[in-house]
């Protein structure tokens, strides 16, 4: 006969614990009946149908969003069974808890969006700015996915040269948001980014689940670099729109707000040589209205003194008879008198012909265009701006060469000290 097996009662909860972990994880779909936060570590749940309940343990660190749970609310609860050896209880060990439908999602959004807005996460104060011209940026969206295209087709129309660095995730499911979590950590330790783009396609409310979760909203929040969201089609909202740095309604629309297109740049470009033109000209006419006042001065200057010596002459005119004598005797020192007067009049209407030549030949020298004929030209980066040394200045950078024809661009091949 054989013998019978007995067990003690741990032996036996224990069996049973090891036996019902066999069966691996489960997702069981439930009404939240009672729920509970034990010194803000354990969770503990219970669950319930039309026919029955379930008893569900966690632990806070590992449950995101633990805080927005509450009663009346329909989840997915993902974990193992498992029978507690000391009491023989039956209850499953959840690693995570979804809120499932739309009415506890929506709930949840809400809850969550209060709670986030009220720790100051969205504010506009703390939102940086993305570059003007962002030159390396971390794509963060699903593989082969739509948005993807759509995002990386605008990008390369409106600007090229950019290098994008794409780390693949899932936008949607279970291991989503912490694969999206994983990207983020990723870019912050190993790459130096002028901006970071979180994409994907529009969906329901439970296909954005992702872009709602906690964690990965702290993720955009404690991201190092500005942050780019462009979630859904144009009237989605999600949480992880309202703390990214900016916003964007799709995909191809968070491309069309990260960089400027061409045209746009070529534009501003000749925006600036116009203003650059105009106050070149503004600064030569000017000088001009000094040259024609100083002219006019001198020219007053001269009648003044003429009219001296008129009235001088008159003077001797009239007295001519009472100074006759005088006159015969000084007509010497007067003549000599004349000719000094004469000669340093005219002295002094050479220096300041001579003065005013000099300015007009400085003036001269400020006309851009006389300067470019002289072989000369004005080298402009990508940006705009007057190249003036070979710092900032990368091999492969495209660069525009005004001369006094014309323009001609080119990329630099190489780059070398004096």
């Not at 997915?76 to 009491?87: C, F, Q, S, V």
């Amino acid at each position: 006969m054989e013998e019978e097996k007995i067990f003690q009662v741990s032996e036996f909860n224990e069996f049973i614990s090891i036996y019902l972990g066999a069966v691996g994880k489960v997702v069981i779909e439930g009404e939240i009946s009672e729920c509970n936060v034990n010194q803000g570590k354990w969770i503990f749940l219970k669950i319930k149908d039309d026919v029955a309940s379930v008893d569900v343990f966690g632990i806070t660190f590992q449950i995101s969003g633990y805080t927005l749970l509450e009663p009346g609310m329909l989840v997915h609860i993902y974990g193992i069974p498992r029978l507690y050896k000391k009491t023989g209880r039956f209850s499953v060990y959840a690693d995570q808890i979804i809120p499932a439908g739309e009415g506890a999602l929506r709930l949840t959004f809400e809850k969550l969006k209060k709670k986030l807005e009220d720790e100051g996460l969205f504010d506009e104060q703390r939102k940086r700015l993305i570059p003007e011209f962002p030159e390396r940026i971390g794509l963060i969206t699903a593989k082969n996915s739509r948005a993807y295209g759509d995002f990386v087709k605008v990008l390369n129309h409106r600007m090229g040269g950019l290098k994008i660095f794409f780390y693949p995730v899932n936008v949607q499911g279970r291991d989503s948001a912490q694969s999206i979590i994983r990207a983020f950590n990723y870019f912050n330790q190993k790459r130096s980014l002028d901006a970071v783009v979180l994409v994907r396609g529009g969906g329901s409310l439970e296909d954005l689940q992702s872009f709602n979760d906690e964690g990965v909203v702290r993720a955009i929040f404690s991201s190092k670099v500005p942050v780019v969201c462009g979630v859904g089609h144009e009237d989605d909202l999600t949480i992880a729109d309202l703390v990214a740095d900016l916003r964007a309604s799709t995909p191809s629309n968070a491309a069309e707000l990260l960089v400027k297109s061409k045209a746009e740049v070529l534009l501003a470009i000749k925006y600036h040589i116009q203003t650059i033109d105009e106050k070149l000209m503004n600064s030569l006419n000017n000088n001009n209205d000094k040259i024609r006042g100083w002219v006019h001065s001198l020219a007053r200057i001269i009648g003044d003194q003429t009219s001296v010596v008129r009235s001088t002459v008159a003077k001797f005119t009239n007295n001519f008879v009472l100074f006759k004598r005088e006159i015969t005797n000084l007509r010497q020192n007067v003549y000599v008198l004349k000719e000094r007067i004469s000669r340093d009049a005219d002295f002094w209407l050479k220096q300041q012909q001579a003065q005013i030549e000099n300015l007009i030949r400085f003036l001269n020298s400020f006309d851009v265009q006389k300067i470019l004929k002289r072989g000369f030209s004005i080298t402009f980066s990508g940006e705009g701006k007057v190249i003036k040394t070979i710092k900032g200045i990368d091999r492969g950078s495209g660069i525009t060469t005004k001369l006094f024809d014309g323009k001609i661009g080119s990329r630099v091949l190489s780059i070398s000290k004096k």
